[in-house]
């Protein structure tokens, strides 16, 4: 029983911690644009040669 003691403000600190980061992402915007980051992945505008079809003859 002693370990409780220590356990459960441990578990309580935690869930505040986990609950208080969540919280400060939320205001900080995190997650206002879902659909960039997975539309960022698709976009090849860094690619050497882009527009001249240089990379298009590789295969």
């Known amino acids: 029983m002693n370990v409780l003691i ?3 403000p441990l578990a309580l600190g ?3 911690t986990g ?3 969540f919280l400060w992402t939320v205001r ?3 997650y206002e644009d879902l659909e960039g980051a997975a539309l960022r992945v698709l976009d090849d505008g860094d690619l050497p ?3 001249t ?4 003859n590789r295969y």
């Open 28 to 30: 900080s915007g995190q």
């Open 6 to 8: 220590v356990l459960v």
């Open 53 to 56: 079809g240089a990379h298009r």
């Open 19 to 21: 609950l208080f980061a």
């Open 14 to 16: 935690l869930g505040l």
């Open 49 to 51: 040669g882009r527009g």
